[in-house]
């Protein structure tokens, strides 16, 4: 089924054809939703840029748009303010009748795309050995949402974590490893080194105190890269030391991603350094060779260059990026290439597909995104730390989440009196807490840093995880209540006559447009406000029409806009990676 919007934009577009067909040429876009409840609910604001285009009337055109277009059954008869704005108010019958199709319809209005196009997500990618911060967190929650979307668009994702697995300073852990644990290397499974971060601590501390242990270090990193079985063991080790510790992650946030670190490219780096030398683009700069780009200076103004081999022989970790981006275009067949991390790798990302394009690598810019975040912050406008000043584990992290969650669920159930069973606690915790982490995130611009605040959260009212799952639970229950299976609801009629059943109903029909627009602009955070806005008009009907007491048709007409607000709930929450309850 085809959104209001569209339908209504179908309907101009076939008017303008014939009597004004330049109107194509114009950025404007045709119909919009109305900038004021009170002038209707669209406006096609189209005559102002095709008078001056025209050099005619604005009036005088929207007049002549008027009279062509033709929207009887759909819209009150149109109206035109101030210099010539169309304005549109939809009729409660055609809301009624959209809603009907809405409620037949399995993907809620949503279109499936027609190619089955593959798109890359390439997110959360933590680094081995190295803490998984909270930006990690932050890429893990906005790709798995960003890849929920496009897949239930019907794109072909391949979800990707591109982990930093290689590197020099695998010599350095390496060394380390065989000093302290030289058992693991030849006892299966003896490896449990629990802390990763404190290893890697140590190591480098190892490293920056003895020569002799940094001579090591570097034929391990020469031994590695050559292939050593003993090296590549010690190596394999430590990347499943890490594996583990994020998998607990991986697990807590039910996020399903395939790993595919640096080392994977490892073959390919000479590769696309020959490709950029055939290309006519390196240039040698103190024995390391370079790409120059354009549009990034120094502050004399001369072109700064890319560094893709450094004058030891190592590759950087653009030139993975870079034969990463040649597999994932020609060998897994992507269409497209979204890569989500902090906004602080903005220049990296700009600076390695300005090489791509140039080496040929990437023939049309369009197809690769990088989709920036900003920072967590603690409540005191810092780096997020722990009360003792420590950086925030993120398994303490989601933990005290659902700790809270479940001393919330506690308070509450003692208020109302309400008996409930360890397994009912135990699920309402978790999916609250780990809810209200992944919505806290998800409903800021991502662009923007936001504050890390438990309290917010995990609050019941204002724009939160919790405030919308109670919303679900309420229509549930309505349906235990009136004992109504919703799903076994045949369709009937859906009559519009309160005013908050009008907005409802308009608020419903929207959805589609939104997961269109979250899809266009990679802002998750559209969805959020889109589902907050839903509750509070679902809210608010609810206190205004009774629906139990009402009685038939009525009655039944209410329920259908019930079970559509929760389908819509469930739906739109679990594209944020966030599943409901029925009881809460
Ligand atoms: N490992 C990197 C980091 O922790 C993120 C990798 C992002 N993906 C990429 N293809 N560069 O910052």
């Not at 035109?80 to 939809?90: D, S, V, Y």
């Not at 004058?311 to 870079?322: F, V």
């Not at 005290?400 to 308070?411: F, G, I, N, P, Y």
């Not at 007409?557 to 819509?568: I, K």
Request: net charge negative; proline share 4%.
């Amino acid at each position: 089924m085809a959104s209001i919007l569209t339908q209504l934009n179908d309907h101009f577009a076939q008017a303008l054809e014939g009597q004004f067909p330049s109107y194509i040429t114009l950025p404007t876009p045709l119909v919009v939703p109305a900038s004021n409840p009170k002038f209707g609910d669209f406006q096609c604001n189209i005559a102002l840029p095709l008078a001056k285009q025209l050099g005619q009337q604005p009036r005088a055109i929207a007049m002549e748009i008027v009279d062509k277009v033709n929207l009887t059954g759909i819209c009150e008869p149109l109206t035109i303010a101030g210099p010539g704005f169309i304005n549109l108010k939809l009729l409660p019958d055609y809301l009624g009748e959209q809603l009907i199709k809405l409620q037949q319809n399995q993907q809620l209005g949503v279109s499936l795309v027609k190619g089955k196009e593959r798109i890359v997500v390439d997110f959360s990618s933590p680094n081995i050995a190295k803490e998984m911060h909270v930006g990690h967190l932050r890429s893990t929650i906005i790709g798995d949402c960003l890849a929920r979307v496009l897949e239930f668009r019907g794109y072909d994702v391949l979800r990707l974590n591109h982990v930093g697995d290689w590197g020099t300073q695998f010599g350095m852990l390496i060394t380390y490893l065989k000093e302290v644990y030289p058992e693991a290397l030849v006892t299966a499974d003896a490896l449990d080194i629990g802390d990763l971060v404190t290893f890697y601590k140590q190591a480098k501390q190892r490293f920056d105190q003895d020569e002799q242990f940094r001579e090591a270090s570097r034929q391990a990193v020469v031994a590695l890269q050559a292939g050593d079985a003993e090296n590549i063991k010690a190596w394999q080790l430590l990347c499943e030391q890490s594996r583990q510790e994020f998998q607990l992650i991986y697990d807590c946030l039910d996020i399903a991603i395939e790993e595919r670190g640096e080392s994977f490219y490892n073959p390919f780096l000479p590769g696309v350094v020959e490709l950029l030398q055939e290309k006519d683009l390196l240039v040698e700069d103190n024995g390391a060779q370079c790409v120059f780009l354009d549009g990034f200076t120094n502050k004399d103004g001369d072109r700064l260059p890319l560094i893709v081999q450094k004058s030891d022989g190592g590759y950087n970790y653009a030139t993975t990026d870079l034969a990463a981006l040649n597999y994932r275009l020609t060998t897994d067949g992507a269409e497209k290439i979204i890569y989500v991390t902090d906004a602080g790798q903005a220049n990296h990302f700009a600076q390695f597909f300005q090489v791509a394009e140039k080496a040929d690598i990437l023939s049309d810019p369009s197809q690769v995104v990088h989709v920036p975040f900003g920072l967590v912050k603690g409540e005191d406008g810092k780096k997020l730390k722990t009360r003792a000043g420590d950086t925030i584990r993120l398994k303490d992290l989601l933990t005290e989440a659902v700790t809270r969650a479940r001393q919330d669920l506690e308070t509450r159930l003692t208020a109302e009196e309400r008996q409930e069973t360890e397994e009912f606690k135990t699920e309402v915790a978790q999916r609250v807490g780990i809810g209200a982490v992944k919505y806290a995130d998800l409903s800021q611009n991502r662009t923007s840093d936001y504050v890390f605040s438990f309290d917010k959260m995990l609050a019941l009212q204002g724009n939160t995880a919790p405030y919308m799952l109670y919303a679900y639970a309420r229509i549930q229950s309505i349906s235990r209540e009136g004992g109504i299976d919703f799903a076994q609801m045949d369709s009937g009629e859906i009559m519009l006559t309160e005013p908050t059943e009008l907005v409802l109903a308009k608020s419903l029909l929207q959805f589609a447009d939104v997961i269109e627009t979250v899809e266009t602009s990679l802002l998750p955070n559209r969805l959020c406000d889109y589902l907050y806005e839903l509750s509070k008009v679902f809210n608010r009907f609810y206190e205004n029409c009774p629906v139990l007491k009402a009685s038939d048709p009525q009655r039944r007409s209410r329920l259908l806009l019930c079970d559509l607000t929760a389908r819509t709930l469930k739906l739109g929450l679990s594209l944020l990676g966030i599943p409901v309850l029925d009881r809460m």
